[in-house]
């Protein structure tokens, strides 16, 4: 971590109601050839930010449903050949569908 990170680094936001949303839904990365499609085993993801680095999870906010194969490649804890900008694709992609799939169920409210 550099000195500028140091000077604004921050608490990562934790919200219960973010993580238990996670729960029973369809996977948002649905990576091809990787996801199972399985409900049970979608948990909250979080993906890299300012909060990210050793021993510390992003954002609450900074999160996507996400089964546990594609968790597992997005994680790099099982290999997988990305094409370049595939990754990033994959991420925004499902980082809208959580968000939008977080404000139709009320858990964010837009004012």
């Known amino acids: ?3 500028i990170d140091m000077m ?3 608490s990562a936001l934790r919200s219960d109601k973010l993580r238990n949303a996670a729960k029973d839904q369809q996977c948002t990365v649905q990576i091809l050839g990787v996801c199972n ?3 049970e085993t979608v948990v909250l993801a979080h993906l890299p930010s300012t909060t990210h680095g050793m021993a510390y999870k992003s954002d609450d906010i900074w999160a996507v449903d996400c089964c546990s ?3 597992d490649v997005l994680d790099g804890r099982v290999p997988f050949e ?3 900008g595939e990754k ?3 991420i925004l992609a499902a980082l809208h ?3 939008m799939r977080r404000i139709r169920d009320g858990i964010l409210i837009i004012q």
Do not use: I
């Open 1 to 3: 971590m550099n000195v």
């Open 8 to 10: 604004f680094k921050t």
């Open 37 to 39: 499609f399985n409900p």
């Open 69 to 71: 194969s594609c968790h």
């Open 82 to 84: 990305w094409l370049a």
């Open 88 to 90: 990033e694709q994959y």
């Open 97 to 99: 569908t959580t968000l």
